[in-house]
């Protein structure tokens, strides 16, 4: 079976640019979370989809982040205008509701650099 | 605030010594309690998990952890480490009801031979 998909694993962009990752979850996982994990710290939960519904946004810096969950299954999420605090690992993770109690498999991350 | 420590930010054992990686949480009640490892260039792996029951819990890799409500305590444990355990180690809270991980600042542990 195959993992969290993650594209692109690494991307680097000059400020205010804009920038988007990918996500494709294990096949039947309803539950779709992005983290950033900036260096040398843990991941911090940005948003939470339960099927294509934003369940937890609270976290989203939402004047430059946004991020969508079409029909359920594969997301997006984009930074645009990018700055140079943005820089971090942004990681991906499904789980099915009601069994994990929080827990989901990660997928590997994008790294992003910001110049 | 649900908060999670992780006093150690780096650790340094010798192959075949065991191993105790410590976790503090700040939570008004039990929360679910997680360990993740982090491998260089890999996504996090799930460890093992507490959620009821039985205070030592048994994981994959031949981890342990052990679950002390007076402390506040989640400590990570394995017996005899192997080269191969070397990665970052991170302990992480779900605050009841709330679908959602809060990590601590991670443990990276290296191993020599």
């Known amino acids: 079976e195959a993992g969290v998909v993650q594209s692109p694993r690494y991307k680097i962009i000059e400020k205010k640019q804009p920038v988007a990752f990918w996500c494709n979850p294990i096949?039947?996982?309803?539950?779709l979370y992005w983290y950033r994990q900036n260096l040398g710290q843990g991941p911090e939960l940005l948003i939470r989809?339960?099927?294509?519904?934003?369940?937890?946004d609270s976290q989203l810096p939402k004047d430059r982040f946004s991020a969508e969950r079409l029909k359920g299954v594969d997301s997006t999420l984009k930074i645009q205008p990018a700055e140079l605090g943005d820089s971090a690992v942004y990681l991906c993770?499904?789980?099915?509701?009601?069994?994990?109690?929080?827990?989901?498999?990660f997928g590997p991350g994008t790294r992003l650099t910001v110049l | 605030a649900q908060s999670v420590t992780q006093p150690d930010i780096h650790i340094t054992v010798s192959e075949g010594a065991s191993l105790e990686l410590r976790c503090n949480y700040s939570y008004g009640a039990t929360p679910y309690l997680f360990w993740y490892v982090q491998s260089p260039g890999q996504g996090l792996q799930l460890l093992l998990k507490y959620f009821s029951g039985d205070t030592l819990v048994q994981g994959i890799k031949g981890f342990e952890a052990e679950f002390k409500r007076s402390q506040s305590s989640f400590n990570l444990r394995k017996p005899s480490v192997h080269w191969s355990d070397a990665a970052e180690y991170f302990c992480?809270?779900?605050?009841?009801?709330?679908?959602?991980?809060?990590f601590g600042a991670g443990t990276r542990l290296a191993v020599h031979p």
């Open positions: 989809y339960e099927n294509e519904e934003a369940v937890d």
């Open positions: 096949s039947g996982h309803n539950t």
């Open positions: 993770a499904s789980s099915l509701e009601g069994t994990s109690g929080g827990a989901g498999f």
């Open positions: 992480a809270v779900a605050p009841g009801g709330y679908n959602k991980l809060i």
